[in-house]
């Protein structure tokens, strides 16, 4: 399978709040996760390069990062990793998941509009511990939000054959809908991930100003 070339790749803004949020032309592809899940080492692996800094100590991201990426058949558009939530429950690192993804989404808790820039959500999952009652209770809040939405475990590459086995039927059984195994690492995945992306741009409108 061939892998999506990009033209470009850049790390844009970080936005604290609603107001710093952007507004462009431009389509999202939202994507979430507890924190140290490797959403940052996704992003570097659907960019080809390190565009996203990992660590592991978890709740770094509490921001939402934007990276624009051009690939080189079809249009730009903005990767934005939303913090990351589960860890420390309550603390503040839930609390900036929840605040950010309501302005994201919502523009702010007394607003009605879904955010016309998305084109889809990833949700990744530890393919190490599927089931985890944050993440069932992310894919459920995704879910109401009508927009399109696909479920990626990572670190598959630290399982034993047997162990994928068990996780693919726990994951499934879980979300009620087979999710999609990827590595960073490896590589595994990464490409079915883009080919999903392309989809979802495709479909895509621009909103009508």
């Given at each position: 399978?061939?892998?999506?070339?990009?033209?470009?790749?850049?790390?844009?803004?970080?936005?604290?709040?609603?107001?710093?949020?952007?507004?462009?032309?431009?389509?999202?592809?939202?994507?979430?996760?507890?924190?140290?899940?490797?959403?940052?080492?996704?992003?570097?692996?659907l960019?080809?390069?390190?565009?996203?800094?990992?660590?592991?100590?978890?709740?770094?991201?509490?921001?939402?990062?934007?990276?624009?990426?051009?690939?080189?058949?079809?249009?730009?558009?903005?990767?934005?990793?939303?913090?990351?939530?589960?860890?420390?429950?309550?603390?503040?690192?839930?609390?900036?998941?929840?605040?950010?993804?309501?302005?994201?989404?919502?523009?702010?808790?007394?607003?009605?509009?879904?955010?016309?820039?998305?084109a889809?959500?990833?949700?990744?999952?530890?393919?190490?511990?599927?089931?985890?009652?944050?993440?069932?209770?992310?894919?459920?809040?995704?879910?109401?939000?009508?927009?399109?939405?696909?479920?990626?475990?990572?670190?598959?590459?630290?399982?034993s054959?047997?162990?994928?086995?068990?996780?693919?039927?726990?994951?499934?059984?879980?979300?009620?809908t087979a999710?999609?195994?990827?590595?960073?690492?490896?590589?595994?995945?990464?490409?079915?991930?883009?080919?999903?992306?392309?989809?979802?741009?495709?479909?895509?409108?621009?909103?009508?100003?």
């Amino acid at each position: 399978m061939a892998r999506t070339r990009l033209t470009a790749a850049q790390f844009v803004t970080s936005a604290a709040s609603a107001r710093d949020l952007l507004q462009t032309p431009l389509a999202e592809l939202a994507m979430a996760g507890r924190s140290n899940v490797g959403k940052s080492s996704v992003i570097n692996a659907l960019a080809g390069r390190t565009l996203a800094r990992t660590s592991a100590a978890p709740g770094k991201t509490r921001l939402a990062n934007y990276y624009r990426l051009e690939p080189e058949r079809g249009q730009a558009f903005h990767l934005v990793d939303l913090p990351g939530y589960g860890y420390a429950r309550g603390a503040k690192e839930g609390r900036a998941f929840a605040s950010l993804a309501q302005e994201y989404f919502f523009g702010g808790a007394d607003a009605v509009w879904m955010r016309p820039a998305i084109a889809g959500v990833v949700l990744l999952v530890d393919a190490r511990h599927p089931g985890l009652e944050s993440d069932v209770e992310a894919f459920r809040w995704f879910t109401t939000q009508g927009c399109p939405l696909r479920i990626v475990a990572t670190k598959v590459d630290k399982l034993s054959r047997a162990e994928r086995q068990r996780a693919m039927a726990a994951l499934q059984q879980a979300f009620g809908t087979a999710a999609l195994l990827t590595s960073a690492q490896t590589g595994e995945g990464i490409d079915e991930l883009w080919i999903w992306i392309a989809q979802q741009l495709a479909q895509w409108t621009r909103p009508a100003r």
